[in-house]
């Protein structure tokens, strides 16, 4: 830890707050408007256009259970630079691709260094959030990736109606060189690591590849995140077998201040009475949330979902992330965070697979009711299983 005191908003803590905001509104701003462009500029088929989604997500997934070793292996900060300028580089390349194959090619890559560098964020910012404040600093770090799932969309479609495709990745590219400088103005320390007598390894193990003190709580997260796919990938259709397209816009931004609204609030009750306090009351609101859009009739339900899902989503993944690298000694925080997102990651795949094959086959009430009764099921498993192996005060 570099402060003594309690202090939260330090320049560093800040600094690491504006380079993820950046990141992320550059990944959310990229997937809205690279279909755009495949389809009008690049004279693609609505399949290349998910490929070019899928073949980021597969590489992205396929990397993160290796962050944690690299950032053991090359240090917190050199892996943060490293990490930060490939993927700096890469958001360049966007603008060369002119061909479908390169594009491809240009999505998988960046994919990589993308897990790489969410992940090392991760044991980056928490040196900079002091013990007692862990739930309330990890809870604004995550609302700036919940931001740029709000600003990315809105600042990527709002100017793609105005400008040139190349335009608008010029400015979320000039984002990220701007994250990409602040990076060196961080003062990162590298954690100690436990004096042992030197063991001679022959081969990996799963300890090289999983925090295992993090990993029922990383499955909490990926029962949680699966339901959040039916979010994500199925809103804006979803709206518009209603008649409420115009609206999905509003709903993310409702979404975005219900969850921000209740933010200040819910770190500082976790770290004065402890995760349970927040995690039963907000995956209970998720799933309500969920139930509700399943029955909408109105723009007053549309919106009362949303209410819902980002007070109970908003709330519950901060709260799953800060219990999971709690878990883990300091130096091993980067397994922890890559042990969290694969299982995250792998929720949200599967989620948008599955629920759109359940959507095919049934309806969207029937795939928005299961999901809010696999998230009612993943509170009997946070108390039966997660809970159970909370240490007390942790």
């Known amino acids: 830890m570099n402060s003594v005191n309690s202090a939260l908003w330090t320049k560093p803590f800040m600094l690491c707050l504006a380079n993820n905001l950046f990141l992320f509104i550059f990944y959310f701003a990229q997937t809205t408007i690279l279909p755009i462009y495949i ?33 053991e292996k090359f240090g917190i900060r050199k892996t943060l630079i490293i990490s930060e300028i490939f993927f700096s580089l890469f958001s360049i390349t966007y603008l060369l691709a002119d061909q479908l194959t390169l594009l491809f090619i240009v999505r998988f890559i960046h994919g990589i260094w993308f897990s790489v560098l969410t992940t090392v964020c991760v044991p980056v910012v928490n040196q900079f959030i002091p013990e007692q404040r862990k739930g309330e600093g990890m809870g604004y770090f995550v609302m700036s990736v919940n931001l740029g799932i709000v600003l990315g969309p809105l600042l990527g479609l709002s100017l793609i109606e105005y400008w040139s495709y190349f335009q608008v990745s010029s400015l979320l590219i000039a984002l990220v060189f701007i994250g990409f400088a602040f990076c060196f103005m961080i003062p990162v320390n590298e954690p100690e690591k436990p004096v042992a007598a030197p063991v001679q390894k022959k081969s990996f193990a799963l300890e090289d590849f999983v925090e295992k003190k993090a990993l029922s709580v990383a499955i909490l997260a990926m029962l949680v995140s699966f339901s959040y ?46 995760p349970q306090y927040v ?5 209970l609101a998720f799933s309500l949330g969920l139930l509700t859009l399943s029955q909408i009739q109105s723009l007053f339900g549309f919106m009362l979902s949303a209410v819902f899902i980002g007070i109970g989503f908003g709330s519950v993944q901060p ?9 883990a000694p300091k130096h091993r925080i980067g397994y922890a965070t890559s042990t969290f997102y694969t299982f995250y990651d792998i929720g949200i795949a599967a989620g948008s697979f599955i629920i759109g094959a359940l959507i095919a086959g049934y309806s969207y009430q029937f795939a928005f009711i299961l999901c809010s009764l696999l998230t009612l099921c993943s509170i009997g498993y946070f108390k039966l299983v997660v809970q159970a192996k909370v240490v007390k005060n942790s």
């Open 319 to 327: 709260c799953l992330q800060t219990l999971a690298i709690q878990r």
């Open 279 to 283: 995690i039963y009351p907000a995956l």
């Open 229 to 274: 796919a039916s979010i994500m990938s199925f809103i804006a259709p979803y709206a518009e077998s209603k008649d409420l397209m115009s609206y999905a816009g509003l709903f993310f931004v409702v979404f975005a201040i219900s969850m921000m609204s209740l933010r200040p609030f819910t770190g500082k009750i976790y770290d004065r009475k402890g």
């Open 39 to 71: 389809l009008k500029e690049l004279g693609g088929t609505l399949t290349q256009a998910g490929l070019a989604m899928t073949l980021f997500m597969i590489s992205a997934i396929a990397i993160r259970p290796f962050s944690g070793l690299i950032i």
